[in-house]
């Protein structure tokens, strides 16, 4: 989820809408998860590999056993030794290199929405082709790949408009099998991207919540010569304002209460840092009353009610405010300074067709601050467990990157 800089760990358990796919667990409205707590969802396990025929099989020399970061109770991953699943019908096995933690893996994880012990989040990865399930052309082992987005319908109106988070079957799509903090980890042959040559696996594994910021920023309809305020400067929202200043859109104006975030926004190139007790918000009665420093744009990052709410009161008159990050308490809305202003509130999620191309494209940019919105030294899975207290707390800014073959112990 976006925003973690403003994580709480008091939210209740909570049940996730039906459907959800894998693809979407990082950002759904409610910690998405329909995940399966079976260590291995691979239907050809045991099945002879001559058994298999078709294209592309290509099973041997893998190992019989892989570590996973198994999800236990709130706050509680441990690391297991699992079965490495067997790839089926169009499934690709990748072996994991990196794998980022999501603001939502801390609400899954860490706030217990994962409801379910025994399941292995993770889905922000990279890693190389290992195995090829029957029928999978297009791919050889060894290849760098991305893990892309959730295959959808691809017949309803929403996914022929290029939306496929919007697809309109998506509750008969369901993904079960387990995420990426694992050694192994299971894909649709038609959901992997290619990895570009000119990006390290650290590097693009920031190509799903740079999808994501992006998609929030053209949600948002912000254009170049616009003013715009990003609230939380957790990973979406620094991924954002990254973005909009490699758009040369703004002055951005970050609003974020950790220290160490209210740093990186600055490194990033954010124009003003404030704190969000410096907002002005205002009562009923004074639903024309505009902030000074009011912007044609925000976009809210951190998924709390209260900074949707000043959000809101930051709004010019004609402004936007998109919801990008996603929590579990409903804000209000002052409905005269919404009809009187002619505001316009969007929700943002995910992303739509062409998401990660044009992620890869902008993290492929040279000058795109990668290094800043990572941080340094790689995670392993026994350091899950710490480093989402961390991202929780805001003690750690940037991406959190794990790799499951790394030496076990934290960092
Ligand atoms: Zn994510
Ligand atoms: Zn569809």
């Given at each position: 989820?976006?925003?973690?800089s403003?994580?709480?760990?008091s939210?209740?358990?909570?049940?996730?809408?039906?459907?959800v796919?894998?693809g979407?667990?990082?950002?759904?409205?409610?910690?998405?998860?329909?995940?399966?707590?079976a260590g291995?969802?691979?239907?050809?396990?045991?099945v002879p590999?001559?058994?298999?025929?078709g294209?592309g099989?290509?099973?041997?020399?893998?190992p019989?056993?892989?570590?996973?970061?198994?999800?236990?109770?709130?706050?509680?991953?441990?690391?297991e030794?699992?079965?490495?699943?067997?790839?089926?019908?169009?499934?690709?096995?990748?072996?994991?290199?990196?794998?980022g933690?999501?603001?939502?893996?801390?609400?899954?994880?860490l706030?217990?929405?994962?409801?379910?012990?025994?399941?292995?989040a993770?889905?922000?990865?990279?890693?190389?082709?290992?195995?090829?399930?029957?029928?999978v052309?297009?791919?050889?082992?060894?290849?760098?790949?991305?893990?892309?987005?959730?295959?959808?319908?691809?017949?309803?109106?929403?996914c022929?408009?290029?939306?496929p988070?919007?697809?309109?079957?998506?509750?008969?799509?369901v993904?079960?099998?387990?995420?990426?903090?694992?050694?192994?980890?299971l894909?649709?042959?038609?959901?992997?991207v290619?990895?570009?040559p000119?990006?390290t696996?650290?590097?693009?594994?920031?190509?799903?919540?740079?999808?994501?910021?992006?998609?929030?920023?053209?949600?948002?309809g912000?254009?170049?010569?616009?003013s715009?305020?990003v609230?939380?400067?957790?990973?979406i929202?620094?991924?954002?304002i990254?973005?909009?200043?490699?758009?040369?859109?703004?002055?951005?104006?970050?609003v974020e209460?950790?220290?160490?975030?209210?740093?990186?926004?600055?490194?990033?190139?954010?124009?003003?840092?404030?704190?969000?007790d410096?907002?002005?918000?205002?009562?009923?009665?004074e639903?024309?009353?505009?902030?000074?420093?009011?912007?044609?744009?925000?976009?809210?990052?951190?998924?709390?009610?209260?900074a949707?709410?000043?959000?809101?009161?930051?709004?010019?008159?004609?402004?936007?405010l998109?919801?990008?990050?996603?929590g579990?308490d409903?804000?209000?809305f002052?409905?005269?300074?919404?009809?009187?202003?002619?505001?316009?509130?969007?929700?943002?999620?995910?992303?739509d067709?062409?998401?990660?191309g044009?992620?890869?494209a902008?993290?492929?940019d040279?000058s795109?601050?990668t290094?800043?919105?990572?941080?340094?030294?790689?995670?392993?899975?026994e350091?899950i467990?710490?480093a989402l207290?961390?991202?929780a707390e805001?003690?750690?800014a940037?991406k959190v990157?794990?790799?499951?073959?790394?030496?076990?112990?934290?960092?």
């Amino acid at each position: 989820m976006p925003g973690t800089s403003t994580t709480t760990t008091s939210a209740p358990p909570r049940s996730v809408p039906p459907g959800v796919a894998k693809g979407d667990r990082r950002d759904a409205p409610e910690g998405g998860s329909t995940y399966s707590d079976a260590g291995c969802s691979a239907p050809t396990d045991g099945v002879p590999e001559r058994a298999l025929g078709g294209r592309g099989v290509v099973l041997s020399g893998l190992p019989d056993t892989m570590p996973a970061a198994v999800y236990r109770r709130p706050g509680v991953v441990e690391v297991e030794q699992r079965p490495v699943p067997r790839p089926g019908p169009g499934e690709v096995l990748v072996e994991v290199d990196h794998c980022g933690i999501c603001g939502s893996d801390v609400h899954l994880l860490l706030d217990g929405w994962a409801g379910r012990p025994g399941l292995v989040a993770g889905h922000e990865y990279t890693g190389s082709v290992a195995a090829l399930g029957p029928g999978v052309d297009g791919w050889t082992t060894g290849d760098p790949v991305v893990g892309g987005p959730s295959p959808r319908c691809g017949r309803c109106r929403r996914c022929l408009e290029g939306k496929p988070s919007q697809c309109e079957q998506q509750g008969s799509i369901v993904d079960n099998s387990d995420g990426a903090f694992a050694g192994f980890v299971l894909a649709r042959a038609a959901s992997l991207v290619p990895r570009p040559p000119q990006l390290t696996s650290r590097q693009a594994a920031l190509a799903e919540p740079l999808a994501v910021a992006l998609h929030g920023i053209t949600r948002s309809g912000v254009a170049p010569g616009d003013s715009v305020m990003v609230v939380g400067a957790g990973p979406i929202g620094a991924l954002s304002i990254a973005a909009l200043v490699a758009r040369g859109i703004g002055p951005v104006v970050a609003v974020e209460p950790g220290g160490r975030r209210q740093q990186l926004a600055r490194d990033l190139g954010a124009a003003e840092v404030l704190h969000p007790d410096d907002l002005q918000t205002f009562p009923a009665w004074e639903p024309e009353r505009m902030a000074e420093g009011a912007v044609h744009v925000v976009l809210e990052c951190s998924g709390r009610k209260s900074a949707m709410e000043a959000g809101f009161n930051q709004l010019r008159r004609g402004g936007t405010l998109a919801l990008v990050g996603a929590g579990v308490d409903q804000p209000s809305f002052d409905p005269n300074r919404f009809i009187l202003n002619e505001l316009s509130v969007v929700g943002s999620f995910v992303y739509d067709d062409g998401g990660f191309g044009d992620a890869l494209a902008l993290l492929a940019d040279p000058s795109f601050p990668t290094d800043l919105l990572i941080e340094a030294g790689d995670v392993a899975l026994e350091g899950i467990s710490e480093a989402l207290v961390g991202l929780a707390e805001g003690r750690l800014a940037g991406k959190v990157m794990v790799a499951p073959r790394r030496a076990g112990g934290p960092r």
